[in-house]
């Protein structure tokens, strides 16, 4: 059950229009978007293995974990100029309150950092993604729209 409401968690996170920013010119906010869909790919790789798509590979788990913090820690620089564009999603709030925003981008590295190299079993996938799931659905539920 608990693996159920984790992948559940995982689907909401990682369903966007796929190419929702094809068409985005702005080029701050098209990268922002890049390095949401590579944290979201890397989610969608362990996901795979959880719902048993995919052969279990503790490597690559922990190897996507590793990544996903690199990504994370560059969101702050990602975000740091206020720029929109009419397909973007970001809120104002996350420039009027950027230090929030920011503490839940190291929110997302320290998860995912902490995780890096823990992964041993297909057990330890269920409470990755409710974990780092609920990391990135904190942020998006104040900061995006
Ligand atoms: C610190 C806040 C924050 C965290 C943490 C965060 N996101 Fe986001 N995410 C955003 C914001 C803001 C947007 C909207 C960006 C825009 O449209 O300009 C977004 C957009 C997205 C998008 C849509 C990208 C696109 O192409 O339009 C996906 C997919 C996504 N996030 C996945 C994730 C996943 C997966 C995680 C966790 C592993 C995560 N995000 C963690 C703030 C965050």
Redesign the pocket.
Known sequence: MKKLIAITTLTL??T?AVF??SGVKDEH?LA??KG??A??ED?KIIGGMAKGEAAFDAEAVNDALAR?SEE?AR?EGL?ETRAD?P?????AL?WEDFSG?TE??D??TKVTAGLSGTIQSEDDLGPLLKQ?GK??ST??SD??E
Do not use: G, P
């Open positions: 996170v990682t966007s929702a920013h906010v922002r978007m949401m869909s944290l979201s989610m996903m994370s969101i975000f564009d397909k973007s999603e970001a809120r996350i925003f839940r981008a929110d997302l780092v990391s990135c942020c998006h900061y995006r």
